[in-house]
Every structure is written in structure tokens, then in C-alpha cells.
T-cell receptor, first 113, second 109 residues
Framework: NAGVTQTPKFRVLKTGQSMTLLCAQD?????MYWYRQDPGMGLRLIHY???????AKGEVPDGYNVSRLKKQNFLLGLESAAPSQTSVYFC????????????FGPGTRLTVL | RKEVEQDPGPFNVPEGATVAFNCTYS??????FFWYRQDCRKEPKLLMS???SGNEDGRFTAQLNRASQYISLLIRDSKLSDSATYLC??????????FGRGTSLIVHP
């Protein structure tokens, strides 16, 4: 039982490049979330999903896209990376929306030059 | 005004001390409250849920004050291993979970 895994763990991009972050969970959770964490800002929700095939915007969705084609996977895409997207990205999953524990992945440290 | 506010600290306390953190929230319709712990450069992990009647787990006690719209976390007999950032989370109903910015705790010998 791996819980929540994230790929990759580290990445350096140049401005304008694109990439996809992969989140996978093996707990059969309906709800999945993508957050970014910046110094002094806490965790901010980018996008979330309430089930396979669904996605919704969170607090800071601009510049990101997501897809949930399979229940266990939640992908976060950056189409044209900007230095302002330098951050630590955490994926999380949970059994209930807002009312249950969220289980976090180990994070992806992204630097955009 | 941010929906969920925490004193960033750091709270610098000696081993064995008792320390308390508060977290205020603005949405009176909030239904669910949690405390998470985050170690440096690691992912957040659930410390405890906060129930209306309060919640105690060993040295940790969490309380909810709906009238004043805040939750609290009390740590008794602090250990060096308690050094971390403590995040409160407020959510409920159909609105998304909102994290506070976290309170840093440093326990020294």
C-alpha cells in the first residue's frame, strides 16, 4: 500500500516549457487535490476532482490544467511555465470532500528559470 | 482578510513546556476542522480532527469555539520531536478546504 505517490520529485524547467506532474493513489479515494506551497503562503488549492472524469478550479487555477481520466490518477499540467510557478506541489486524496482526512504525497519541487 | 489565520510564530519553547496555538476562521458555516503537522520539506500529515466536544490524543488536545470562530491546539510536555509546523484546516459542506499558513514550533533542550 503506497498511499499517494507523485512523479517527479524534482524538476527544473525553463520559462515557456511544459510539463505534467503525475499523482497516483491506491486507496480508492474519490477526491483528489493539487496544492502549491510557497514560503509564507501556506498551502493553496489549485484544482481538485470529486471523481473520475471530473475537475474543478480551486483558489489559484490560472496557468494550470488538470485531468482525471482514471480514478487513481490526477495529472497537473503546466502548458507554458513561468518563474511564478516555482513552488512545491503537493497532491492529496481523501474519501470525503472537505470532511475527511486528506492524505498527501511527498511533493514535487519545481523550479522555473 | 484571509479566511483562516494563524500566528506564524515561531513559538520557541523548552522541553516539557505546554504550548497552545490558535487558528481563527471567518466562515461561520464551516463544519470540519483539522490540525495537520508538517515537518521541514515534508508533506503535511493529519495530527487530529477537531470535534465540537473537543478531542484529546495523548499530549495533544484540540478544541473548537464556534462562538468566537477559532480552534486551538494544546501540546503538553513538549518533546524535541514536536518541532514542526502546525497547519489548521477549515472546511465544510460544498466549499473547498482552506489551510492556514501554519504555526512554527521549535522545542529546545
Amino acid at each position: 500500500n503506497a498511499g499517494v505517490t507523485q512523479t517527479p520529485k524534482f524538476r527544473v524547467l525553463k520559462t515557456g516549457q511544459s510539463m505534467t506532474l503525475l499523482c497516483a493513489q491506491d486507496m480508492n479515494h474519490e477526491y483528489m487535490y493539487w496544492y502549491r506551497q510557497d514560503p509564507g503562503m501556506g498551502l493553496r488549492l489549485i484544482h481538485y476532482s470529486v471523481g473520475e472524469g471530473t475537475t474543478a478550479k480551486g483558489e489559484v487555477p490560472d496557468g494550470y490544467n488538470v485531468s482525471r481520466l482514471k480514478k487513481q490518477n490526477f495529472l497537473l499540467g503546466l502548458e507554458s511555465a513561468a518563474p511564478s510557478q516555482t513552488s512545491v506541489y503537493f497532491c492529496a486524496s481523501g474519501a470525503g470532500f472537505s470532511t475527511d482526512t486528506q492524505y498527501f504525497g511527498p511533493g514535487t519541487r519545481l523550479t522555473v528559470l | 482578510r484571509k479566511e483562516v489565520e494563524q500566528d506564524p510564530g515561531p513559538f520557541n519553547v523548552p522541553e516539557g513546556a505546554t504550548v497552545a496555538f490558535n487558528c481563527t476562521y471567518s466562515n461561520s458555516a464551516s463544519q470540519s476542522f483539522f490540525w495537520y503537522r508538517q515537518d521541514c520539506r515534508k508533506e503535511p500529515k493529519l495530527l487530529m480532527s477537531v470535534y465540537s466536544s473537543g478531542n484529546e490524543d495523548g499530549r495533544f488536545t484540540a478544541q473548537l469555539n464556534r462562538a468566537s470562530q477559532y480552534i486551538s491546539l494544546l501540546i503538553r510536555d513538549s518533546k524535541l520531536s514536536d518541532s514542526a509546523t502546525y497547519l489548521c484546516v477549515v472546511s465544510g459542506g460544498s466549499y473547498i478546504p482552506t489551510f492556514g499558513r501554519g504555526t512554527s514550533l521549535i522545542v529546545h533542550p
